[in-house]
């Protein structure tokens, strides 16, 4: 997408080939030649498509807030509230016990030890080896990465948009983590 003489957005397949945002058009289009370029000037379609979004999320939270026309963070705590009590009424041996997505870990920190700085109980390798703690942040983070997976789809099934998803204890990790699978995937 052009606004005056940069680009500022583009695709993955464009990104793949070296075509980055806030890019001058001339060498853009030396990078990838092939590259079609469409004229932002009228964002019409692209607010239109945010606004779809939005309702979307808010159909099923007033959490939600918006950043930019396709960034938003959503509040999960009441839905994973509920999800807990209503597990609480189910046999646990019911409940799936792994996370949906990837898990962060840092370099050699667990996601909870790098947002807080506190040594975490949270260990693991993988997504299986992740152990229960006291707390209940792992349980927490295990259901919103659930949530995150089925909002995902279902905006996919019901308005064909594909999502990226950072699952956190704070916006500004979720947003960081969110970057680290695109497109459409979460951590």
Not at 43 to 61: C, D, H, M, V, W
Not at 105 to 130: L, N, P, Y
Request: aromatic share 6%; with cysteine; proline share 2%.
């Amino acid at each position: 997408i052009q606004q005056k003489n940069i680009i500022v957005t583009c695709n993955y397949p464009a990104r793949e080939r070296g075509v980055r945002k806030l890019q001058r058009i001339k060498d853009a289009v030396k990078q990838c030649p092939e590259l079609v370029i469409r004229d932002g000037s009228n964002l019409k379609r692209f607010r239109t498509a945010s606004e779809r979004i939005l309702n979307f999320f808010q159909g099923i939270t007033p959490e939600v807030e918006r950043l930019g026309l396709d960034e938003f963070f959503i509040d999960a705590t009441n839905m994973i509230h509920m999800h807990v009590q209503e597990a609480l009424k189910v046999d646990a041996s019911q409940t799936q016990d792994v996370f949906a997505g990837e898990v962060y870990r840092g370099e050699a920190k667990t996601v909870v030890e790098t947002q807080t700085g506190i040594i975490s109980h949270v260990g693991g390798e993988t997504k299986a080896d992740v152990i229960h703690c006291r707390c209940g942040c792992y349980e927490r983070l295990r259901i919103g990465s659930w949530i995150a997976e089925k909002l995902r789809g279902d905006l996919f099934k019901q308005h064909g948009f594909t999502a990226s998803a950072g699952i956190s204890v704070s916006k500004m990790m979720a947003k960081l983590s969110g970057e680290l699978h695109k497109p459409n995937m979460q951590t």
